[in-house]
């Protein structure tokens, strides 16, 4: 069965330092894997996503995040926080037909000024 | 079009009475999906359409949940006889048919039972 797990739950960071949210996912087959970010009473916003191809992906905002087949893993990076980053961020893998997305329960990001 | 659009985005309700929410997609998206989201938990699937047709429920959507996407175009959920353990996010999320495509989401509906 398709899960996602992001065993982080709150981080902190300081402004203008580095991200790195993790996420595992397991699925049987090639996995469709998104990021989302949501903002307090808000939706979710994709960030990037990775279907196929080159495994390092760019999304906007400058986040990207590397694909790792051999761990099963897709975590979002970003090389320098600012506070409107802030938000909690979702991982996510997709069902083959597309017809279910799989979240984990999201990682909640604090950036001390 | 801007994007997928809920209404209503906060309803508080008694205990026992009926709701609905409705949402409407990205025009030229035949996909749609609805989902929960509860207190520090990623969203959870509830149902999905394609076009008109609804094509997958969760287990999570009992009796009391019903979802309806006439003409293929605007959804509505419909919880009837709410209970406390209603009380969450309801999203809706819509996409294009294919592969490599992904669900915009809405904003959502927070609901909240009393």
């Known amino acids: 069965a398709q899960s996602v797990t992001q065993p982080d739950i709150h981080i902190t960071v300081s402004e203008g330092a580095s991200l790195e949210l993790r996420c595992n996912y397991s699925?049987?087959?090639?996995?469709?894997l998104f990021w989302y970010v949501q903002s307090p009473g808000q939706g979710l916003q994709l960030l990037l996503k990775?279907?196929?191809?080159?495994?390092l992906v760019q999304g906007i905002k400058g986040f990207e995040a590397e694909f790792k087949r051999s761990q099963s893993s897709f975590n979002l990076r970003k090389p320098s926080v600012h506070w409107s980053d802030a938000a909690e961020y979702f991982c996510?893998?997709?069902?083959?037909?597309?017809?279910?997305?799989?979240f984990g329960s999201g990682t909640k990001l604090n950036v001390k000024p | 079009d801007t994007g997928v659009s809920q209404d209503p985005r906060h309803k508080i309700t008694k205990r026992g009475q009926n709701v609905t929410f409705r949402c409407d997609p990205i025009?030229?998206?035949?996909?749609l999906y609805w989902y929960r989201q509860t207190l520090g938990q990623g969203p959870e699937f509830l149902t999905y359409f394609q076009n008109e047709a609804q094509l997958e429920k969760s287990r999570l959507l009992s009796d009391r949940f019903s979802a309806e996407r006439p003409k293929g175009s605007f959804s509505t959920l419909e919880i009837q006889r709410t209970e406390q353990g209603d009380s969450a996010m309801y999203l809706c999320?819509?996409?294009?048919?294919?592969?490599?495509?992904?669900?915009?989401f809405g904003q959502g509906t927070r609901l909240t039972v009393v």
């Open positions: 990775y279907f196929s191809g080159d495994t």
């Open positions: 999320a819509s996409s294009s048919t294919g592969t490599g495509t992904e669900a915009f």
């Open positions: 699925y049987g087959a090639t996995p469709y």
């Open positions: 025009s030229e998206h035949n996909r």
């Open positions: 996510a893998v997709v069902s083959y037909n597309f017809n279910k997305f799989y």
